[in-house]
C-alpha cells in the first residue's frame, strides 16, 4: 500500500472515530438528561400530591390530578400508607397509539408529609415516547445522515486532494524501474503541477539525449565492423574473427582473398558509377555464396580485395566456391568493364597456432599468382594441410548417430560479476566423434543445416532439467537455437516441458539465444520470448558484436543479459576499436535493467579494461575451465 493510500485511510478513520464519538457523547447526554428531567418531574409531582393531602381530602385531588399526570406523563398513581392502599387513580391509555407494557417504568417517592406513607408512580419511558415522535425522532435522524454524508463527501475531497500525488509518484516509480520509454506526459491532474511540468520537460530532454546517442553509437559500431561502401564487414572485424578462430585449440579452416582490378585506376577509365554497381554487384554475388555456410564470414578486407573466411571447411569445399564464383562472374550485369579478368582468387588454409598475419600473406601471395594469369581463376596456396573436413554425408551420420545414443557431452562454466561473485553457471554443448570432442560452433551450424536442431535442443533441456534440482542454488544458462524456436511443435514441447518442472526451477533457467539469429526474426519470436518469460524463464543475447545490428531489442524484448562475443573481448586492451564496440554496447543498456557481460577472457589485461568500459561482469579461461557435468548430475568433474 502507498504512503498516500495510508495517509487517506487514516484520516478518513479518524474522521470517522471522531463523529463516532461525538454521536455517543449526544446520544449519551441525551438519554441521561430526558431521564433526569422526568425524574424532576416525578419529583415535584409527588411533592405537589404531599403538600395537598394537608389541606385537601382525597376526594378533591382528583380535579386536578389527572392535568398533572398527562403534562409529566404519569398512567397511575398509588398512595401506599403501610400495607394498605390509600389511594389510586388509573388514565385510560392513548387509543391512538396505545404504549407497549414494556416502555412503562414505576418509581417509588417517599411522602415527606405523612410519614410512613409512599406515592408509587407508574409512568411512560421518555426515550420510549419520543419514538412515536416523528417530530422529535427527525432532527436526530436528519443530524447522522449529515454526519454520514460530511464523511462520505470529506473521503471524495480527500482522494482527489491525493490522486494527482499518485499519478506523479506512479511516473516515478516507473523512472526509477527503469521503464522510462513507457512512461507517458503528465496530465493536468498531477500535482504539484510543477514538479509535473519539471519531470515532463526532463523525460523529453532525455529522450532526444537518448536518440542522438543511439545514433553515435550505431555510426561507432559501425565504423568499427562495417564497411560504408558496401554494407560488407571491415577488415578491423575480419581480423578480429581471424584472430579469434586461430586461438582456439583444433581450430582449422580456409581463406579466400578474392581480387578485384584496382579500382583507383577502374574509377579514371569507366567513372565512379560505374565501378560502385559493379563493387555492388561482386558483393551481392560473394554474399549469394558465401550464406550458403555455416559460420562463413565475408569482408571488404582492401578497396579492391573481398574476404571470405570460412571455419572448419576444407581446401575441397574451397575449390567448389571457388569455381562457382569463376563461372557465375559471366551471370553479372554487362559492364563496360572487362569480365573476363574481373576475380582472382587466392586460397590459403589456416590452423590453429599460426597468426593472422601468416594466414593473410598466404592468401596474398596466392591472389598475387592468380591475378598474374591473366584471367578468372584461382591458386591455393598451401594444399599440405591435413584434410580434416567432413562431407554432408559423413556430417549427417556422425550427428543422427549422436542423438541416437543420447551422446550430448554437457561441459559447465560459472560467470562471475565484477566483485568475484558466481552470478551463473553457462552449459555448454560437445559431441565426440570417435577422436575428438566438436564444440557447438562447429557441429551446430549443420545441425541447422539438416534440420536437426530441434533435436539437438531437446535433447539438451532434457539433460539440463535435472541439473536445477540437482544444483538448487545455481542459475543455469544454456543456448536454444532460433531456427528451434520458430517451430511451432518445439514451442509446444517446450511449454509443456517446462510446466512440469517448479516454478522456483524456472526462475534459475536462462536461454541464451543469438544476437543476430534474434534480430534477424525478433517480429516472430516476440511471442516465443513472452511466454517463456510469463513461465519465469530469463533471456540472455549472445554473441553480441558478431555483425552490426541495432540494439531496440534491449528495450523492446525482456532481456535480461547481453554476452560479448569472444572476438570482441580477445586482446581488447589492445584494440580500440573493439573498445570503441564495448562502451556503445554498454551505454546503449544505460538506464535499462540489461547487463553487459563479456564471454571468452583469457588475461588480467582483458578483464581490467573490460571493467573500466562498464562490463558487470564475464566467464571464461581466465575465471575457471570447462568442466565436464557427469550424468550422475555431480557438478564438477574434469577429465
Avoid at 421518555?126 to 419514538?131: H, K, L, M, R, S
Avoid at 577488415?235 to 584472430?243: M, V
Avoid at 539440463?464 to 544444483?471: E, G, R, Y
Amino acid at each position: 500500500m502507498r504512503f498516500t493510500t495510508k495517509l487517506s485511510a487514516f484520516i478518513t478513520l479518524l474522521v470517522a472515530l471522531a463523529m463516532l464519538l461525538m454521536l455517543l457523547g449526544c446520544a449519551f447526554s441525551f438519554f441521561n438528561l430526558s431521564h433526569q428531567r422526568m425524574h424532576n418531574r416525578l419529583a415535584t409531582l409527588a411533592t405537589t400530591f404531599d403538600q395537598a393531602l394537608l389541606s385537601q381530602p382525597p376526594g378533591t385531588v382528583r380535579n386536578w390530578l389527572p392535568l398533572a399526570m398527562r403534562t409529566v406523563g404519569v398512567a397511575e398513581v398509588n398512595v401506599i400508607n403501610g400495607q394498605n392502599l390509600f389511594y389510586h387513580l388509573a388514565l385510560p391509555p392513548d387509543s391512538t397509539h396505545p404504549p407497549l407494557a414494556s416502555e412503562y417504568r414505576e418509581v417509588t417517592l417517599p411522602l415527606l408529609q405523612h410519614p410512613g406513607s409512599f406515592i408509587r408512580l407508574t409512568y411512560l419511558d421518555p426515550i420510549a415516547g419520543y419514538t412515536h415522535s416523528v417530530r422529535t425522532s427527525l432532527p436526530i435522524s436528519l443530524a447522522i445522515l449529515m454526519m454520514i454524508g460530511v464523511m462520505g463527501l470529506s473521503y471524495r475531497w480527500l482522494t482527489r486532494q491525493i490522486a494527482g500525488y499518485e499519478r506523479l509518484e506512479t511516473r516515478a516509480r516507473q523512472i526509477l524501474r527503469g521503464e522510462r520509454d513507457s512512461v507517458m506526459q503528465g496530465d493536468i491532474h498531477e500535482w504539484p503541477p510543477t514538479a509535473s511540468s519539471a519531470l515532463d520537460r526532463l523525460l523529453r530532454e532525455l529522450r532526444e539525449a537518448q536518440e542522438e546517442r543511439g545514433r553515435v553509437d550505431t555510426l561507432i559500431r559501425t565504423f568499427a565492423a562495417q564497411d560504408a561502401g558496401t554494407g560488407l564487414n571491415n577488415r578491423l572485424f575480419f581480423d578480429n574473427q581471424l584472430t579469434t578462430q586461430l586461438e582456439d585449440a583444433g581450430a582449422y579452416g580456409v581463406v579466400m582473398l578474392i581480387r578485384l582490378p584496382d579500382i583507383d585506376t577502374l574509377r579514371d577509365v569507366h567513372g565512379r558509377p560505374a565501378v560502385q554497381d559493379l563493387l555492388n554487384a561482386v558483393a551481392n554475388l560473394l554474399s549469394t555464396f558465401v550464406m550458403r555456410y555455416p559460420a562463413a564470414l565475408l569482408a571488404r578486407y582492401f578497396a579492391s580485395d573481398f574476404a571470405v573466411l570460412l571455419p572448419h571447411s576444407t581446401l575441397k569445399e574451397a575449390d567448389v566456391i571457388a569455381g562457382q564464383l569463376v563461372n557465375a562472374v559471366g551471370a553479372l550485369p554487362t559492364h563496360p568493364i572487362d569480365q573476363e579478368a574481373l576475380l582472382s582468387i587466392g586460397i590459403s588454409t589456416y590452423r590453429f597456432g599460426q597468426t593472422p598475419e601468416q594466414v593473410m600473406d598466404n592468401a596474398e601471395q596466392a591472389a598475387r599468382l592468380a591475378s598474374l594469369q591473366g584471367s578468372n581463376g584461382w591458386v591455393v596456396h598451401d594444399s599440405r594441410v591435413p584434410e580434416r573436413g567432413r562431407g554432408s554425408v559423413r556430417w549427417r551420420t556422425l550427428l543422427e548417430h549422436t542423438l541416437a545414443r543420447d551422446g550430448l557431452r554437457l561441459y559447465c562454466k560459472p560467470a562471475l560479476t565484477r566483485d568475484g561473485q558466481q552470478h551463473h553457471i553457462e552449459i555448454l554443448r560437445r559431441i565426440f566423434d570417435g577422436e575428438q570432442e566438436l564444440p557447438a560452433a562447429e557441429f551446430i551450424p549443420f545441425a541447422m543445416l539438416f534440420g536437426l536442431a530441434q533435436r539437438y535442443d531437446r535433447q539438451t533441456l532434457t539433460q539440463i532439467l535435472p541439473l536445477l534440482a540437482a544444483w538448487p542454488e545455481d542459475v543455469l544458462a544454456f543456448p536454444l537455437t532460433v531456427d528451434a524456436l520458430l517451430q511451432r511443435p518445439f514451442q509446444q514441447w517446450l511449454r509443456d516441458t517446462l510446466l512440469q518442472a517448479e516454478k522456483s526451477q524456472r526462475r534459475r533457467i536462462m536461454i541464451e539465444l543469438a544476437e543476430a539469429d534474434l534480430c534477424q526474426h525478433i517480429d516472430r519470436l516476440r511471442p516465443v520470448l513472452r511466454l517463456l518469460h510469463g513461465l519465469g524463464c530469463r533471456l540472455v543475447v549472445a554473441q553480441a558484436g558478431l555483425t552490426v545490428v541495432s540494439t531496440t531489442y534491449i528495450k523492446s524484448l525482456p532481456v535480461e543479459l547481453v554476452k560479448l562475443h569472444p572476438g570482441l573481448v580477445r586482446s581488447i586492451d589492445r584494440r580500440v576499436e573493439n573498445q570503441l564496440f564495448v562502451q556503445s554496447l554498454v551505454n546503449a543498456c544505460d538506464g535499462t535493467q540489461v547487463q553487459v557481460f563479456a564471454a571468452g577472457v583469457r588475461t588480467t589485461e582483458e578483464w581490467q579494461t573490460l571493467k573500466e568500459k562498464g562490463v558487470h561482469g564475464g566467464q571464461g579461461d581466465y575465471f575457471a575451465l570447462p568442466a565436464l557435468v557427469e550424468r550422475s548430475n555431480k557438478k564438477y568433474s574434469h577429465n
